[in-house]
């Protein structure tokens, strides 16, 4: 090795994990997508379990899942990527097996998938990220949509006494006995983002384990659906969405920390 790599390699700081694809990242810019991607791969490949890791990627934004993940993937209907998750680790109970879903997926057409899946305890990892809208196809509003927040089918902002409340479905999920470690994280900056890596190698860790279910949501912005810059959805997210779904660990080793 010649000095010059030796320095290189010394005053290395970060680099990207193998099990990212080298296929440009089609998500616009700012989106939590990208860096909740990298997080995921991190952790499989720290754990050295990509050979026994299966994905499953829904409908959404996160149906792109498989062109920059690296590892064996499965494509699921709207919303049944739970049914996909609970089929495949029956049939490997063995492998490690996550659904990476978003919140239109996930809290709507999903629900009776999400729901179920957690109140079997079936023992696989469920990444779910909210951005509180339906990013890929248009903007509209979506079940965690936060009251008087705009979108392409609320122009003139969520109307709770029409369209009802936000559903909190990892406070919903963290109530069923066949979860065990609920979480809800943000990938927005540094500090957050060590969370979510925590908080991610976790609920592998727990599966490993064959503890039951574990569910990691992660609030992001949709910048490009906000009508915002990436700066400016980063601070709207802290102002407006924390306060609703506030961030941090909500079940550890199934028990119940925080049930606001």
């Not at 990212?20 to 991607?37: K, S």
């Not at 009508?227 to 080793?253: A, L, R, V």
């Amino acid at each position: 090795m010649e000095i010059k790599d030796i320095i290189k390699e010394e005053n290395l700081v970060y680099s990207k994990t193998k099990l990212l694809t080298d296929t440009t990242l089609t998500y616009c810019p700012g989106c939590g997508h990208g860096v909740a991607h990298r997080l995921l791969m991190e952790v499989i490949e720290e754990m050295n379990i990509r050979e026994d890791t299966i994905g499953i990627s829904p409908v959404g934004c996160s149906v792109f899942a498989y062109d920059f993940m690296d590892i064996d993937m499965a494509q699921a209907a709207h919303g049944r990527a739970p049914a996909v998750a609970t089929g495949i680790k029956r049939c490997w109970p063995d492998k490690f097996v996550f659904t990476y879903q978003g919140d239109g997926d996930l809290a709507a057409i999903g629900t009776a998938e999400t729901i179920h899946a957690c109140n079997r305890g079936e023992n696989f990892t469920i990444i779910f990220i909210n951005n509180g809208i339906y990013g890929m196809t248009g903007g509209q509003m979506a079940p965690t949509t936060l009251p008087g927040m705009k979108s392409s089918t609320t122009p003139f902002g969520r109307d709770v006494s029409l369209m009802g409340n936000p559903i909190k479905i990892t406070e919903l999920v963290a109530q069923l006995p066949g979860t065990y470690f609920v979480s809800r994280q943000a990938v927005h900056k540094p500090a957050n983002v060590r969370k979510a890596k925590k908080a991610i190698r976790t609920a592998f860790e727990v599966q490993q384990q064959k503890k039951g279910l574990s569910f990691v949501e992660i609030v992001s912005n949709c910048n490009s659906n906000w009508k915002m810059t990436p700066i400016q959805s980063n601070q709207w997210m802290e102002e407006n969405m924390f306060p609703y779904y506030p961030i941090g660990d909500i079940k550890i080793e199934g028990k119940l920390i925080k049930t606001n």
